[in-house]
Nanobody
Framework: QVQLVESGGGLVQPGGSLRLSCAAS????????MGWYRQAPGKERVLVAT???????TYADSVKGRFTISRDNAKNTVSLQMNSLRPEDTALYYC????????????????WGQGTQVTVSS
């Protein structure tokens, strides 16, 4: 059993900053890619940023230069530093991880957190 728990969401004014964190716990052998997705009301869930185990990153065009994803492999955590926030960044943010559990030698499974709300408004 693997769990992802996010934290750090909240209400912030336009131009402000927030830092999201996600911790993976449970029967984990290793974690490959980790990432953040978001879903605005009435819209589909979309990718925000991903990071490989070797820390290669990708970003959605809409957040490039404003958001930074990072991870700590020893602690099984991934973070998203969000700067220069805009009202259009308002969404439920989900943590995602591709985990090889201890019950598997090399087969990975995708896990999701429960989501943390980010609201950007004055």
């Amino acid at each position: 059993q693997v769990q992802l728990v996010e934290s750090g969401g909240g209400l912030v004014q336009p131009g402000g900053s927030l830092r999201l964190s996600c911790a993976a716990s449970g029967s984990i052998r290793s974690i490959n890619n980790m990432g953040w997705y978001r879903q605005a009301p009435g819209k589909e869930r979309v990718l925000v940023a991903t990071i490989t185990r070797g820390s290669t990153t990708t970003y959605a065009d809409s957040v490039k230069g404003r958001f930074t994803i990072s991870r700590d492999n020893a602690k099984n955590t991934v973070s998203l530093q969000m700067n220069s926030l805009r009202p259009e960044d308002t969404a439920l943010y989900y943590c995602n991880a591709h985990v090889v559990p201890t019950s598997s030698w090399n087969w990975e499974y995708t896990y999701w957190g429960q989501g943390t709300q980010v609201t950007v408004s004055s």
